[in-house]
């Protein structure tokens, strides 16, 4: 899936981290997000839609650069 927004996102299934990167360099992890969330966000049809719809407003950010 390509976007417009991120470059590059990661799954840590045993820490429960959801790490996106952004096309201007930033990155964000999302803490303690279900296995069934981060699937859900792969198969997306949009990752900046369901980053603004599910992520963004149900777990916590960091952003971590």
């Keep these: 899936m390509t976007s417009s927004w991120i470059k590059n996102w990661s799954y840590d299934s ?5 790490d996106i990167e952004t096309k ?3 990155t964000y992890t ?11 966000f792969e198969g997306a049809d ?3 839609s369901f980053h603004n719809s599910t ?9 971590t650069n």
Excluded: Q
């Design 14 to 18: 045993d820490t429960g981290n959801l």
């Design 24 to 26: 201007d360099g930033a």
């Design 30 to 40: 999302y803490g303690e997000v279900p296995e069934y969330i981060a699937s859900d």
């Design 46 to 48: 949009s990752l900046g």
């Design 55 to 63: 992520l963004r407003n149900d777990y916590d950010c960091v952003r």
